[in-house]
């Protein structure tokens, strides 16, 4: 199953750069940690707009046969359903995987690309009524752990 080794590659510690298209940027630290049967994912940066913002946020990542599924968190926990990250294409190595959401008039596409165990991108597109922006985050790697 490719999905099994996409999350080995995405486990452990990552650096990430953050811009969106309309202004601002963010800066941190994302930890992808192995659990019982998913990937705990929580990141902590700082928001630079016109002020500096200290932020989190966390997902669990979870092998859906051929894909990965993607969920919000609530309490450590699985809670709403956010997108599944179809596999696109993969060769051993590289990889891109797509996962879209529709939340209220707001439609969200993520696109995610691994270039290698050291690095990856994520960027979603929202598009809505009062929404048409991009989010564009680099990921490189600070420590692989093992996923099993």
């Known amino acids: 199953m490719h999905s099994v080794k996409i999350m080995s590659v995405l486990t452990g510690k990552w650096q990430f750069e953050r811009s969106f298209n309309h202004s601002g940027s963010a800066t941190g630290t994302a930890i992808f ?26 997902y669990i990542f979870s092998v ?20 599944n990250l179809k596999i696109s294409s993969y060769d051993g190595i590289t990889c891109e995987m797509r996962g879209a959401h529709q939340c209220m008039n707001d439609h969200y596409v993520a696109t995610y690309k691994i270039f290698s ?25 600070v420590e692989q752990v093992a996923y099993e």
Do not use: C
Request: hydrophobic share 35%.
């Open 117 to 141: 165990e050291d690095s990856f991108e994520m960027r979603y597109v929202i598009a809505g009524p009062k929404k048409d922006y991009f989010i564009d985050t680099k990921y490189r790697a």
């Open 64 to 83: 859906n046969k051929d894909s990965i599924a993607v969920w919000f968190v609530n309490n450590y926990k699985k809670g709403k359903f956010f997108y």
């Open 33 to 58: 940690s192995p659990r019982e049967d998913f990937l705990f994912y929580r990141e902590t940066g700082v928001l630079h707009l016109h002020q500096h913002f200290n932020f989190y946020r966390e």
